[in-house]
Nanobody, 127 residues
Framework: QVLLVESGGGLVQAGGSLRLTCEASGRITENFGVAWFRRAPGKEREFVAGIRWSDRTVYYVTSVEGRFTISGDKDKNTVYLQMNNLKPEDTAVYYC????????????????????WGQGTQVAVSP
């Protein structure tokens, strides 16, 4: 069992930055992939970024490439999402999720593949 706890959300103006943190209570092993998803009001849950723990390969949805950076701290069992140049369309609840079967495979954006989820943290970007 892995408990994921997100923090770092808030309200910022467009162009601003936030850093989200996902702390895992259990150990993140080399088989894991950890991702950030988001869900905006009235929209489907969307894969934002992911990191494959075995080799730190990262993945991004096109709309955040060049603005968001996902990283992981093995010693702290923590994953971060640095979000720069935020836009109003980034407004959503952001969730951390772990897929415990990734290994060396490509991470997928299908939320049904993920085994553990955090409670979410709200990000709001004003124009």
């Amino acid at each position: 069992q892995v408990l994921l706890v997100e923090s770092g959300g808030g309200l910022v103006q467009a162009g601003g930055s936030l850093r989200l943190t996902c702390e895992a209570s259990g150990r993140i092993t080399e088989n894991f992939g950890v991702a950030w998803f988001r869900r905006a009001p009235g929209k489907e849950r969307e894969f934002v970024a992911g990191i494959r723990w075995s080799d730190r390969t990262v993945y991004y949805v096109t709309s955040v490439e060049g603005r968001f950076t996902i990283s992981g701290d093995k010693d702290k069992n923590t994953v971060y999402l640095q979000m720069n140049n935020l836009k109003p369309e980034d407004t959503a609840v952001y969730y951390c999720a772990a897929d415990v079967h990734v290994g060396t495979a490509t991470m997928r954006g299908d939320y049904r593949r993920y085994d553990f989820w955090g409670q979410g943290t709200q990000v709001a970007v004003s124009p």
